[in-house]
T-cell receptor, first 113, second 113 residues
Framework: DARVTQTPRDKVTEMGQEVTMRCQPI?????VFWYRQTMMQGLELLAY????????DSGMPKDRFSAEMPDATLATLKIQPSEPRDSAVYFC???????????FGEGSRLTVL | QKEVEQDPGPLSVPEGAIVSLNCTYS??????FMWYRQYSRKGPELLMY??SSGNKEDGRFTAQVDKSSKYISLFIRDSQPSDSATYLC?????????????WGLGTSLAVNP
């Protein structure tokens, strides 16, 4: 049963700490997305990779957020330093090229105190 | 004004009711229209996918697109308690550019037994 795997599921941290979220996309998918979901803003695209190359990270606060794909089986989203306004659920999704669905992980729920 | 508007609800209906969920949008360039379902503490999953105008039916679910009115709908017939979830609409400019998925905020639906 192919699925997108995200860790951690829940993370509580204090302001100023570094947070790293990890994602294992579905094998064979060449596009990977990081989204942030809040009640007020809904799903916001943070970063997008195709064939491991970053194509668009315009939705990501550059001063504190970074996203990478060190290999085809791992995508990371890092926040340093974290702030209370970063509290949200972060989703990773993967898909194949062309029209078709995105497959989402179960999300990483981040709380920054 | 957001590109995609969706009433967040919540919507509460009795089991067996017909449910109508809607989104409006402002950009006539959208060609691909999707409905995702999101259960509590889970990632969104694709429910229906429609290209351009018209209707698409899948079991108890029917998706409608009216490009002249910039309005899309999802109908659920014979609603079940298991349909209780948040329903998100999403739209895309073109097939190969998944990045351009623009999301509604989601409508929370509760189907009461």
């Amino acid at each position: 049963d192919a699925r997108v795997t995200q860790t951690p599921r829940d993370k509580v941290t204090e302001m100023g700490q570094e947070v790293t979220m990890r994602c294992q996309p579905i094998l064979g998918h060449n596009t990977v997305f990081w989204y942030r979901q809040t009640m007020m803003q809904g799903l916001e695209l943070l970063a997008y990779f195709r064939n491991r190359a970053p194509l668009d990270d315009s939705g990501m606060p550059k001063d504190r957020f970074s996203a990478e794909m060190p290999d085809a089986t791992l995508a990371t989203l890092k926040i340093q330093p974290s702030e209370p306004r970063d509290s949200a659920v972060y989703f990773c999704a993967s898909g194949a090229s062309g029209p078709g669905e995105l497959f989402f992980g179960e999300g990483s729920r981040l709380t920054v105190l | 004004q957001k590109e995609v508007e969706q009433d967040p609800g919540p919507l509460s209906v009795p089991e067996g009711a017909i449910v109508s969920l809607n989104c409006t949008y402002s950009n006539s360039a959208f060609q691909y229209f999707m409905w995702y379902r999101q259960y509590s503490r889970k990632g969104p999953e694709l429910l229906m996918y429609t290209y351009s105008s018209g209707n698409k039916e899948d079991g108890r679910f029917t998706a409608q697109v009216d490009k002249s009115s910039k309005y899309i709908s999802l109908f659920i017939r014979d609603s079940q308690p298991s349909d209780s979830a948040t329903y998100l609409c999403a739209m895309s400019y073109n097939a190969g550019n998944n990045r351009k998925l623009i999301w509604g905020l989601g409508t929370s639906l509760a189907v009461n037994p």
